[in-house]
Every structure is written in C-alpha cells, then in structure tokens.
C-alpha cells in the first residue's frame, strides 16, 4: 500500500483518539448513501411510470399515423399500405383503421360513450393483446366486436351478449334524419392494460366500421407500428417526403407530446432537487476533514518534518475524502438497486388503476441514469474533499510544532 493511502485509512479507521471524527465519517457515508438511493429510486419511478404508459398507450394505438389531410378519408388505402411496407423496411405492421365515437347501450339502461374502431382483424401481424383475449374469440362476422374489460364490467355485459351501437353520424329516413345504429353480437373481451383504453373502446372488423360510418371502401388511417419505436421520428420524416402531400403523418410523440414533456420536465427537476441531498451530505464531509485537520496538525507537522511534501499531505486527505464518497456511493448504488427489486417483485406500491393508468408503481432504471447519478455523486465527494485537504497542505512545520 503506498504511504498516501496508508496514512488515509489509518486516519479513517477508529481509535481512542479519533472516535468523533470516525462517527462524522460514518454520518458522511450514510448521508451520500441516502442521498444516492433516493435519487435513484426517484428516478427508477419516474422511468418506470413512463415507460409502462408508453408501452401502454403504444400498443392500443398508431407508432406513425397515416391519415387524409382534408378529413374525407383514404382511398386505394389497400395500394397505400402496400407501397409503405415495401419502400421502409423499418416497418413492422400496417393496420388500416376506421374510427368513430358512438353510444354503447347494453341489455339495460346502461349506455356509454365509446370509440368505435373498425380494424382488420384478419391480419396476423397484431397488437399482442388482440391475440390474447381475456374472454372469447375474435370477431367471425360483421355483427360481432370486442368490448374492453373495464367498459364491459361497467355496463355489465359478457361474452355471447348483445349491444346496440349508435353512431351520431346522422341518417335519412322517412322520419327525417336519424342516428345511425347496428345491433352487436359481443364474441370476446380484450384487456390492452391501460385503463383509459379499455374503459371507452368497442373494436369491430373493417367491413362493420366502414359500414356503420358510411366509409365504403375507405377508412380513416393507417395504424403504422415499427420495429423500434425510438426511429418513428426518423421514419416519419422519409415518409414525408415520399409519400403524396395529401396525406398527414403524425408520429406517437406527436400525439402525447403533452404527456412526456410533462413527465421529461418532472423527471428533470426531480434529478437536481435530490441532487440537494447528495451536497448536503457531502458538507458533512468538510467539516469532519477541517475538524481531522485540527485534530492532526501535530501529526501533520511531524510528516512534514520527516520530507513529506505539502502535495503528499494534500493527497492523504483527498483520498480520505474520496474513500467516504466513493463508500456511500455504493452503498447508496446497493439500496436503491435493492429497494427497485422488491418493489417490481412483491409490486409494494398500489396506486388506483383508473387515475394512474396502472395497478402499482414499477420502478425501471436504465443504465445511463445510474451512471449519472453515481459520476454526480462522486463529483460532488471528490469536489467536497479539496477544501480541506488544502488547508491540511498549507499547515505550517513551525506552527505544527512549536506548541509541542
């Protein structure tokens, strides 16, 4: 062990003469040690909420949106789809989509607001949870849907049920205009996870949605999903230029743009604020070294006498400094990754799914804000440690000594 590093840990450790200071040492750990862990779970729950309502809100709905500029809707949408799976192979699927709100009104009294989405649902490349139902089987005819959990619970209807689905679009009649309905055969349930979805959606084959709107042989957009939803940005701006000008591409951030800038400035002010603790803490690092000092200007004095250089001096307590942060840091690092684990696992925190979308809190921590918060932390330590260890280089050999 070289002589720098001996003489740091020699101070740091506990003894008869410098308990205090090695409980001022410990209080410094265990103050980084808090500060990190906060920051990381802090950090864990902002990433975690927003990525699960991303993944949420991105499987029920359009990565890219494709629609008519002037509102009439898409002609010749089957030569449209086509040319954009061919010409970007960034491309996973292409949906077309009919779409409307309508009144749901079931066996009772009971009616809802809905949306209505008329979606092939012949294709086999689909959203996950369309595979999957929770009840039943997927529409066979043009006079069976799909019902979200959470609106079927409210109005009281299962599988093998009728509804009648009335759109405000108006219609003639021989009594005047008339709003459009067509009564529903409902053949199973689907479950996408977000609350907002599943409470207010009816899903129905193409066919029954272009019927139901009068949309023959058109619909209103093109569900666009991608390999990577990160290059929606990059894929969208290619399709602009290619594609005909009548058309509209919108890209998922668009659409929420709202949302995550709220959660991206939340998660921003969050960083700095507990980033607080982190330099509270660390003035618990001057004090016990400026109070080290004091208590070790003999010692310092009789280095200094031996051919210790005012460098080596400063470095001792730099080191020691550095010790206490770089231990909190781990520390810190090991709670809040610890703390992150059991929350996901035994789910300890439940919100109410109808305000926050999900039914407990998920904590994710991507790589990079770990090391950001671990490089802050020991920045901050490191930068804590050069007052005092200034002022143990400046100490004097006469004045160390000649009270001695």
Known sequence: MKFEWFIAVRYLSKGRKNSFISIISLVSILGIAIGVAALIIALALINGFQNDIRNRILSSSAHIMISDRLGDGIENYRNLAARVEKEFPDVKTVMPVVYGTVLVKGNGREV????????????????????????????????????????????????????????????????????????????GVFR???????????????????????????????????????????????????????????????????????????????????????????????????????????DIGILLSYGTTAAQIKKIFFIQGAIIGLLGTILGSLLGLGFCFLANRYELIKVPAEIYQVSYVPFRLGAFDLLAVVLVSLLISFGATLIPARKAAQVSVVDAVKYE
């Open 112 to 187: 809802a607001g809905a949306v209505f989405r008329g979606m092939d649902l012949q294709q086999k490349k689909k959203e996950s949870w369309l595979k999957k139902l929770e009840f039943g089987a997927s529409p066979a005819n043009e006079r069976e849907l799909l019902i979200g959990r959470e609106l079927a619970l409210k109005m009281n209807l299962f599988t093998g049920d009728s509804c009648l689905v009335i759109s405000p679009q108006a219609a003639l009649s021989p009594l005047g205009m008339i709003p459009r309905f067509k009564k529903f055969r409902i053949s």
């Open 192 to 298: 996408s996870g977000l609350f907002e979805f599943d409470n207010g959606t009816v899903i129905a084959g193409l066919g029954a949605g272009q019927k139901l709107f009068s949309l023959p042989d058109r619909i209103n957009y093109l569900q666009v999903n991608l390999d990577d939803i990160f290059s929606a940005e990059a894929v969208a701006a290619r399709m602009r230029k290619l594609l005909p000008i009548q058309y509209a591409v919108i890209t998922w951030k668009e659409l929420n743009q709202s949302l995550y800038s709220a959660l991206q400035l939340e998660k921003t002010v969050l960083f700095f604020t507990l980033t607080l603790i982190i330099v509270v803490a660390s003035l618990n690092i001057v004090a016990g070294l400026i109070l080290l000092v004091m208590q070790k200007i003999r």
